[in-house]
């Protein structure tokens, strides 16, 4: 796989699961990586296991769901670790349950972290992508933005988790079409069932629920997504990666 010596890149939702995978892999592969997430604690720990062995790492403590805190965030990653090459657009959160009765705040939090928080991060970062791959050594910078299959197959009991994730996926194909042209590649994600912390957020009986549905099924782990965004991001400058769907081997749908 190629190197991303020299290059910086900044992953959000870094405290765990998919994220903490990404940028320890992202790392493994030559790249300095600005930590971004909420919780502190983790990312200081995460911060110390890259440096251990022979990365760079920045702990940026952010909530992306704020418009200052994500331009912050790509700023002082640009400002300490010297440029932008890649972004990996990671932070989400999953809510689930019916429509009806449902508690609006889960539908604002997923629309605010899944949506929002996405796009101030992409648009914070844009410019200092265009920059990298029009003077990078590479010629080409990154984004990736983690969607789900929730992305492309709507089920009961999902339907504002579900439209999140296609907002996600449109707003990616259009950024693309935007970027291409200039070497600034944007992909999309999106995963099936990963062995993660994602699902733990939901209330007793829907989490009950998620664990009946995938009961037998071998689900996929958080390094299975890394090593799909960093086949991603370590293809040659003419290869755009831009969509892909990574299910385990028994989901179904």
């Keep these: 796989m190629g190197t991303l010596s020299r290059t910086v890149a900044l992953v959000t939702g870094a405290s765990s699961g998919i994220g903490e995978a990404a940028a320890l892999t992202l790392a493994s592969r030559g790249a300095s990586v600005a ?22 790492a920045l702990v940026v403590e952010a909530d992306v769901t704020d418009q200052e805190d994500a331009a912050a965030a790509v700023q002082r990653t ?13 932070a989400g959160v999953m809510l689930l349950g019916p429509v009806a009765d449902a508690p609006v705040k889960e539908w604002q939090t997923m629309v605010s972290v899944n949506i929002m928080g996405l796009m101030y991060c992409a648009h914070a970062a844009l410019p200092h992508l265009l920059a990298a791959a029009a003077d990078g050594s590479r010629r080409v910078a990154d984004m990736v933005n983690v969607s789900s299959v ?13 439209a999140t994730k296609h907002a996600v996926g449109a707003f990616s194909e259009a950024l693309r079409q935007e970027v291409t042209g200039r070497y600034v590649r944007v992909s999309l994600v999106e995963p099936g069932a990963v062995e993660t912390e994602l699902a733990g957020h939901n209330r007793p009986e829907i989490l009950e629920g998620i664990k009946q549905r995938f009961a037998d099924v071998e689900r996929l782990q958080a390094d299975d997504i890394a090593d799909t965004i960093a086949y991603i991001v370590t293809r040659p400058r003419h290869v755009a990666v831009n969509e892909l769907l990574v299910r385990p081997t028994q989901q179904q749908a």
């Design 35 to 56: 930590l971004a997430a909420r919780r502190a604690d983790r990312l200081k720990a995460l911060a110390d296991r890259i440096r251990g062995e022979g990365g760079v």
């Design 78 to 90: 640009v400002d300490e670790l010297g440029r932008l090459d890649t972004l990996v657009n990671n």
């Design 150 to 162: 929730a992305g492309r197959v709507a089920r009961s009991g999902s339907g504002v988790y579900n």
